[in-house]
């Protein structure tokens, strides 16, 4: 019998080696003279045992679906502090109240216009020049926000885009959440928004 190819398959020493006369590999467990042999240099050189690399950790967002459904979550967070309370109907009435606060102020409000306005006030019992301006305050910083939300959405889309590795999705995620905070501070919405 020829052996070649001695390998250490195992941690616990385990050699495999390839039998030139049958064509076949062969196991030459720890203990058995065979192995013994194959140790001391007898049957030829043995390749030390390699561990396997381990298995790569998946990726936090597999796809960029993934990632970009993670970047809306994250948004819809931030966001909570302006619209976490507010119906769906509402958010649809803000630039409708936004139209009608600014005619409020200039005198040029319709019947409807004024019955928004001053319903609302009648509610909170302000003055409706005061619901108004704090109407346009609100719609000029959400406007900041959302053209700063809608860019940041475009942005990590291309990066996405541009990048292979699911990997390194993850990072790209984090870097907007970072630059979301320092955007929004900028917009001195850090106070709205419960930034820190």
Same mark, same amino acid.
């Given at each position: ?5 001695l ?62 459904a ?6 819809? $967070? ?19 109240k ?44 959400? $406007? ?24 390194k ?17 900028a ?10």
């Amino acid at each position: 019998m020829t052996l070649e190819s001695l390998t250490t398959i195992n941690p616990q020493g385990g050699i495999q080696a390839h039998n030139t006369k049958t064509g076949a590999d062969i196991y030459i467990a720890p203990g058995t003279v065979l192995h013994d042999l194959a140790l001391a240099g007898t049957l030829g050189p043995v390749a030390p045992y390699v561990a396997p690399p381990k298995p790569e950790e998946p990726p936090e967002f597999p796809d960029k679906a993934a990632a970009m459904a993670a970047l809306k979550a994250y948004i819809e $967070r931030f966001l909570a502090p302006i619209t976490g309370a507010i119906t769906a109907e509402e958010k649809v009435s803000w630039p409708v109240k936004e139209v009608a606060a600014i005619a409020y102020l200039a005198g040029t409000a319709d019947a409807s216009a004024t019955a928004m306005i001053e319903g609302e006030a009648a509610v909170t019992t302000e003055d409706p020049s005061d619901l108004c301006d704090k109407i346009l305050a609100e719609a000029e910083t959400f $406007r900041g926000l959302a053209a700063m939300i809608a860019g940041l959405r475009r942005k990590v889309s291309a990066a996405l885009d541009a990048e292979s590795d699911p990997h390194k999705y993850a990072a790209i995620i984090a870097a907007a959440e970072a630059e979301a905070v320092t955007l929004a501070t900028a917009l001195g919405a850090a106070e709205e928004l419960g930034i820190e």
